[in-house]
């Protein structure tokens, strides 16, 4: 699939689905997710591409959450063979997703697997792991598409290392995509630092994003109010399945609320500008106050501070703001108490 020198429309957030591993290696649980995924309104559904023998060594040790959440697992070897799909699986995900009309990626964790992405997708989404992994990340740009990389575990000079390299593999500025996140599943509330997001869309000039791990729906739909341009969540058909990433995903209910959320933030966040919006014009005829006399006064008073006042009124006259530009004028004639001014009752 040709996408070189391409860059992401982001005309509005670019919201992926993580299904991850969460198939538990069966291609029938994986065409489940994706309909799901379509039916919430995403705009990709996301798993992850690799061959177990490439990817890890046999006796690598399993962390906490994987522990925690994928009991009588022994090592991550054993478990990530029992979840690895196939090339041809994937070839059919795809042929899924683009008869259920939505965007199909998959993160490759090693160079043979991004080599066979590069032939079925128009971009890469390459994850906290290979943040560091320079030689690989120069390896992607070469295939000239653009890479959303996560950013989780590294530190701003880690993260420059990593932008540089794909830079050095030929991508352009704007084809690079950064996303905050913090890797724990699920990661607590006082290690998220959503304003990282910002300090690193400042110093290396991209478009950005946040990969969320927490458990819930807030901390996304935050991010986006803060200018988040992409989400990635996990989610799962149910948090009580076994599998190291069920747990701190979102069932399809959750998913769903959070992407009506992100798209009502969207609306909300406007143009910058500070104006009336078409809808408070009708109600500022009736909410805004004009300027009454207080009392009786006769021709040529010059009115003073202490003789004005506002109210609410849908008559036409003088707005309360305008209030300095009468004082010290005089009247035209005499007006009675309680009624409202307007330009033409003054000298002006």
Same mark, same amino acid.
């Given at each position: 699939?040709?996408?070189?020198?391409?860059?992401?429309?982001?005309?509005?957030?670019?919201?992926?689905?993580?299904?991850?591993?969460?198939?538990?290696?069966?291609?029938?649980?994986?065409?489940?997710?994706?309909?799901?995924?379509?039916?919430?309104?995403?705009?990709?559904?996301?798993?992850?591409?690799?061959?177990?023998?490439?990817?890890?060594?046999?006796?690598?040790?399993?962390?906490?959450?994987?522990?925690?959440?994928?009991?009588?697992?022994?090592?991550?070897?054993?478990?990530?063979?029992?979840?690895?799909?196939?090339?041809?699986?994937?070839?059919?995900?795809?042929?899924?997703?683009?008869?259920?009309? %939505?965007?199909?990626?998959?993160?490759?964790?090693?160079?043979?697997?991004?080599?066979?992405?590069?032939?079925?997708?128009?971009?890469?989404? %390459?994850?906290?792991?290979?943040?560091?992994?320079?030689?690989?990340?120069?390896?992607?740009?070469?295939?000239?598409?653009?890479? %959303?990389?996560?950013?989780?575990?590294?530190?701003?000079?880690?993260?420059?290392?990593?932008?540089?390299?794909?830079?050095?593999?030929?991508?352009?500025?704007?084809?690079?995509?950064?996303?905050?996140?913090?890797?724990?599943?699920?990661?607590?509330?006082?290690?998220?630092?959503?304003?990282?997001?910002?300090?690193?869309?400042?110093?290396?000039?991209?478009?950005?994003?946040?990969?969320?791990?927490?458990?819930?729906?807030?901390?996304?739909?935050?991010?986006?109010?803060?200018?988040?341009?992409?989400?990635?969540?996990?989610?799962?058909?149910?948090?009580?399945?076994?599998?190291?990433?069920?747990?701190?995903?979102?069932?399809?209910?959750?998913?769903?609320?959070?992407?009506?959320?992100?798209?009502?933030?969207?609306?909300?966040?406007?143009?910058?500008?500070?104006?009336?919006?078409?809808?408070?014009?009708?109600?500022?005829?009736?909410?805004?106050?004009?300027?009454?006399?207080?009392?009786?006064?006769?021709?040529?008073?010059?009115?003073?501070?202490?003789?004005?006042?506002?109210?609410?009124?849908?008559?036409?006259?003088?707005?309360?703001?305008?209030?300095?530009?009468?004082?010290?004028?005089?009247?035209?004639?005499?007006?009675?108490?309680?009624?409202?001014?307007?330009?033409?009752?003054?000298?002006?």
């Amino acid at each position: 699939m040709s996408a070189r020198n391409s860059t992401m429309n982001l005309d509005r957030v670019y919201i992926i689905a993580e299904a991850g591993v969460n198939h538990n290696g069966d291609i029938q649980l994986a065409k489940e997710l994706i309909k799901v995924a379509k039916a919430c309104g995403v705009d990709a559904v996301k798993f992850q591409t690799w061959n177990t023998d490439i990817l890890i060594d046999k006796e690598s040790i399993l962390a906490d959450y994987q522990k925690a959440n994928a009991p009588g697992e022994t090592s991550q070897y054993e478990m990530l063979k029992k979840l690895e799909l196939s090339q041809a699986d994937f070839i059919e995900l795809k042929a899924y997703c683009d008869m259920e009309k %939505i965007e199909f990626l998959s993160t490759p964790d090693e160079l043979d697997s991004a080599k066979f992405l590069d032939k079925i997708q128009d971009k890469f989404k %390459i994850g906290s792991g290979e943040l560091t992994n320079t030689l690989y990340l120069k390896q992607v740009a070469k295939f000239g598409k653009p890479v %959303i990389l996560s950013t989780g575990m590294g530190d701003m000079r880690e993260v420059e290392e990593g932008v540089n390299a794909l830079l050095e593999g030929g991508l352009m500025k704007n084809q690079i995509y950064l996303l905050h996140a913090t890797t724990e599943y699920p990661a607590p509330m006082n290690e998220i630092n959503l304003k990282a997001m910002l300090t690193l869309k400042d110093k290396f000039q991209v478009e950005v994003g946040y990969s969320d791990h927490t458990e819930g729906i807030e901390v996304p739909i935050a991010a986006v109010a803060m200018g988040a341009r992409i989400i990635e969540k996990h989610f799962t058909l149910d948090k009580a399945m076994i599998g190291p990433d069920h747990k701190a995903s979102l069932n399809p209910t959750e998913l769903k609320a959070m992407v009506m959320a992100i798209r009502n933030i969207e609306q909300a966040m406007g143009d910058g500008i500070k104006k009336p919006t078409k809808s408070e014009m009708k109600n500022k005829l009736v909410v805004r106050k004009k300027i009454f006399l207080m009392k009786d006064c006769a021709k040529d008073y010059q009115i003073t501070e202490e003789d004005i006042y506002s109210k609410r009124t849908n008559k036409e006259g003088l707005e309360a703001n305008a209030y300095k530009s009468i004082i010290g004028k005089k009247l035209k004639h005499a007006i009675t108490a309680h009624t409202i001014l307007t330009n033409q009752d003054l000298i002006l």
